[in-house]
């Protein structure tokens, strides 16, 4: 599967928050042998959520996963922008609804929250795109959203990293391992030669290993330490195939008097 | 000036490298009263690059700053792929050329790489976009680009942070500072009332300054904690209201007896 991250959020992009969440599940959309291809991060704007949206549908991704603005405050305009970039109503969904209810009435009751009840800003949550199916919140009160936009799924979860982990483990996982492709990544770091004296040797080595992506990154300015990494996605016999250009790799850095740092 | 960041590398979209470089000019950006609109991360790919830059360019920024693949590897194509983008030849540039030849000449004389002179990867990275103005590398040995579009100022800078982070500082903070706007960011943390329960008075509050962007974020599930923070760029007597706004929302949650716990 192809993938499509959406991150929104003014708290990112004046560098006031770190966004972890799109790490976070690039390594599990990786692991599972699918290609995460590109990560947007835009603010919470009305026409830029829903204009962002329709050009992420356009390049035709399997799955997109949005991050942020699910909360009861006027600025979480994340579901209206995609009901909008989609073409869609929003509607007040009666199994959000409940779920929200429910969240609010154990918050209370455990003394964490003190207003009880349905506020208009607490219903907001509920009023979901047409078409959708709301994600239980174990952890806060905003559901997620699925969606299908023809072959697109289309997931809407939460900012706040615990809530967003808890229910990428409960709905999108369990997904990603159904459609599960072939993953694989090794690598070492070297020291004692750069990239530039390695780089003929290593795109020798990629001329041989068509299917495999081979890659060095300088690990700190002027190429002391470089790290050498071998992955690939959906190749057949490819763990025989990276060990084998991981073994030439190797030899190359020792015939070039490099040292290896990490096996 | 708009901003917009445009991060080139497969290691981040497989989650091997946390794109911190962002973060770090977010910060800057906001600092200096210019407004970063959207992050872009994309892979090492020619079509990609080349595509994208376009669609930045269609967006109309002041600022367009990319950074990641500039190194002497094959598939480091940040600077074919904006020259695509541009539609313009990549050339060798002399200065570049120049600054590359006289890294490796310090990196060689001082041990920290054995193989010297200019070998076809290391002259790669001085081929640049056609009216390309290399800005030199202090930490590394690729250097950066400085490029115009019509008013559209783009750097291209290294992906190592500390590459990165030495040529931001050189050469873009003077221009931020240049074209300095007023950015105020304020706020405080509080507990004992949610999210959803402070958003109507939130709301009221923005109606009555509608130039300041007042913002909570739930930071643990559940809304136990709460930050709520305002900003506003390049509002006439800016700081006047935001500390305005502050004691009125300090106010709001004393008034619903919740306790602010940093200010």
Same mark, same amino acid.
């Given at each position: 599967?192809?993938?499509?991250?959406?991150?929104?959020?003014?708290?990112? *992009?004046?560098?006031?928050?770190?966004?972890?969440? =799109?790490?976070?599940?690039?390594?599990?959309?990786?692991?599972?042998?699918?290609?995460?291809?590109? %990560?947007?991060? %835009?603010?919470?704007?009305?026409?830029?959520? =829903?204009?962002?949206?329709?050009?992420?549908?356009?390049?035709?991704?399997?799955?997109?996963?949005?991050?942020?603005?699910?909360?009861?405050?006027?600025?979480?305009?994340?579901?209206?922008?995609?009901?909008?970039?989609?073409?869609?109503?929003?509607?007040l969904?009666?199994?959000?609804?409940?779920?929200?209810?429910?969240?609010?009435?154990?918050?209370t009751?455990?003394? %964490? *929250?003190?207003?009880?009840? $349905?506020?208009?800003e +607490?219903?907001?949550m509920?009023?979901?795109?047409?078409?959708?199916?709301?994600?239980?919140?174990?952890?806060?009160?905003?559901p997620?959203?699925?969606?299908?936009?023809?072959?697109?799924?289309?997931?809407?979860?939460?900012?706040?990293?615990?809530? $967003?982990? =808890? $229910?990428? +483990?409960?709905?999108?996982?369990?997904?990603?391992?159904?459609?599960k492709?072939?993953?694989?990544?090794?690598?070492?770091?070297?020291?004692?030669?750069?990239? =530039?004296?390695?780089?003929?040797?290593?795109?020798? *080595?990629?001329?041989?290993?068509?299917?495999?992506? %081979?890659?060095?990154h300088? +690990?700190?300015?002027?190429?002391?330490?470089?790290?050498l990494?071998?992955?690939?996605?959906?190749?057949?016999?490819?763990?025989?195939?990276?060990?084998?250009a991981?073994?030439?790799?190797?030899?190359?850095?020792?015939?070039?008097?490099?040292?290896?740092?990490?096996?």
């Amino acid at each position: 599967m192809n993938v499509e991250i959406l991150t929104i959020g003014n708290e990112i *992009l004046i560098g006031k928050t770190q966004d972890t969440n =799109s790490n976070w599940m690039a390594k599990r959309i990786a692991k599972y042998g699918h290609r995460l291809k590109r %990560i947007t991060t %835009i603010g919470d704007d009305l026409n830029e959520i =829903s204009s962002t949206i329709k050009n992420i549908l356009a390049r035709n991704p399997d799955m997109i996963i949005t991050t942020g603005g699910l909360g009861p405050t006027f600025d979480d305009m994340t579901l209206e922008g995609i009901a909008k970039g989609l073409e869609r109503e929003i509607e007040l969904n009666q199994h959000a609804f409940n779920s929200i209810k429910k969240a609010y009435e154990n918050a209370t009751r455990r003394g %964490i *929250l003190k207003l009880e009840g $349905m506020t208009k800003e +607490r219903k907001k949550m509920a009023y979901l795109p047409q078409g959708s199916t709301p994600l239980p919140n174990t952890v806060g009160t905003a559901p997620g959203v699925k969606l299908t936009e023809g072959h697109i799924t289309i997931f809407i979860l939460p900012g706040v990293p615990a809530e $967003m982990k =808890s $229910m990428f +483990r409960n709905v999108i996982t369990p997904l990603l391992k159904e459609r599960k492709g072939k993953f694989i990544e090794k690598g070492f770091i070297f020291t004692g030669i750069g990239e =530039s004296q390695i780089a003929p040797y290593i795109t020798k *080595l990629e001329h041989e290993y068509p299917k495999l992506w %081979i890659k060095t990154h300088p +690990r700190i300015g002027l190429s002391v330490e470089v790290e050498l990494s071998i992955t690939c996605f959906n190749v057949d016999n490819g763990e025989k195939l990276v060990e084998e250009a991981l073994t030439k790799a190797k030899d190359i850095v020792h015939n070039l008097n490099g040292k290896i740092k990490t096996k």
